[in-house]
């Protein structure tokens, strides 16, 4: 009996035309998705390149860094958690660091926040915002911001897509 009641949710799931991850919220971050040339927004040097892809029936935006400077890689998983009702950001790179953010989107920003961490005896929390321009560019700055008021940029970028060309 169990086991016909398991096959028959099996074949429900399958068969199930619904999408669990269409909503609004969970397309707050598409514009994010694209394969991209990424410069530096100070002074235009190479940064990077990023592909950003959809996967999971649409569930999870997944990033792959590669650094303009060799060997600097890293990834993202990224997705809209219903549960909390905040997007979630889990990055690891191959230096082995960890950074793990929480947040929303507000207008053409989707801003994301760290938990607190401490640094030199200081309490500090990082903040990206990544900013949906009219030309079609995304600008991403990430602050880390100190509770005694202090802003460090530690990175501000400016996405750019990649044009493909056809091959003839």
């Known amino acids: 009996m169990a086991l016909t009641i398991l096959f028959q949710f099996v074949l429900y799931a399958q068969n199930d035309d619904s999408c669990n991850c269409c909503t609004e919220n969970h397309r707050a971050f598409d514009f994010w998705i694209g394969e991209w040339e990424v410069v530096n927004s100070q002074d235009g040097s190479p940064a990077g390149s990023n592909v950003i892809s959809k996967g999971q029936d649409g569930c999870v935006i997944h990033e792959k860094w590669t650094s303009a400077k060799a060997g600097y890689t890293g990834t993202s998983l990224n997705f809209y958690n219903a549960g909390t009702e905040q997007w979630e950001q889990l990055w690891v790179d191959n230096a082995g660091e960890v950074l793990k953010l929480k947040g929303n989107r507000k207008g053409d920003e ?32 990430w602050l880390v911001v100190g509770n005694d008021g202090t802003v460090s940029v530690a990175f501000d970028g400016l996405y750019q897509k990649v044009q493909k060309t056809k091959n003839r």
Request: net charge negative; no cysteine; hydrophobic share 35%.
């Open 110 to 141: 989707m801003i994301l926040v760290s938990e607190e961490f401490e640094r030199d005896g200081k309490t500090f929390v990082n903040r990206i915002t990544w900013t949906k321009n009219d030309d079609g560019s995304v600008r991403q700055l």
